[in-house]
């Protein structure tokens, strides 16, 4: 894992162990400190601006199967189109940007996306829906 990764990371874990059992009444930056965006913004750029809006317009849903509680998430994009791309904020994206920019140029920690998925879980601001852990396996078998 690089440097900045493990600095990523430590500051996701910060966030949420800062907003835990916190509800928020307010905009949600009320709850993220200046230093911790700076260092967001630093870390990820214009990824992290773009993931803002998605997060803003609530374009992040957690899809949870039950009984497992097993989950993805599903990002709005932010182009014409409004696609859907569903995530896993650690790991893996299915839009374009993710296999260009991560994969094969390893230019980026991770997308607008992932970003956007790992921001509203934090700030738990996503909205959940819940379904079957089998509708959740059907949606899991198209990527």
């Known amino acids: 894992m690089s440097a900045s990764s493990?600095?990523?990371?430590?500051l996701w874990k910060t966030i949420e162990s800062t907003l835990t059992g916190l509800i928020l009444f307010y905009?949600?930056?009320?709850?993220?400190?200046?230093?911790?965006?700076s260092i967001l913004h630093f870390l990820f750029g214009k990824n992290f601006?773009?993931?803002t809006r998605i997060v803003d317009q609530r374009g992040?849903?957690?899809?949870?199967?039950?009984?497992s509680g097993r989950s993805i998430?599903?990002?709005?994009?932010?182009?014409?189109r409004k696609e859907e791309y569903f995530c896993f904020p650690e790991q893996y994206c299915a839009?374009?940007?993710f296999f260009y920019d991560i994969v094969n140029r390893g230019e980026q920690l991770c997308c607008k996306?992932?970003?956007a998925a790992r921001l509203a879980a934090a700030l738990g601001t996503?909205?959940?829906?819940?379904?079957?852990?089998?509708?959740?396996?059907?949606?899991?078998?198209?990527?």
């Open 126 to 143: 996503c909205v959940n829906v819940r379904v079957s852990d089998e509708q959740l396996a059907l949606l899991l078998v198209k990527l």
């Open 6 to 10: 493990l600095v990523a990371e430590s």
């Open 27 to 37: 905009w949600w930056l009320v709850a993220v400190t200046e230093d911790q965006l």
């Open 60 to 67: 992040v849903k957690r899809i949870s199967g039950e009984p």
């Open 73 to 80: 998430f599903q990002v709005v994009a932010e182009s014409q």
């Open 95 to 97: 839009c374009y940007s």
């Open 113 to 115: 996306h992932q970003l």
């Open 49 to 51: 601006e773009r993931a």
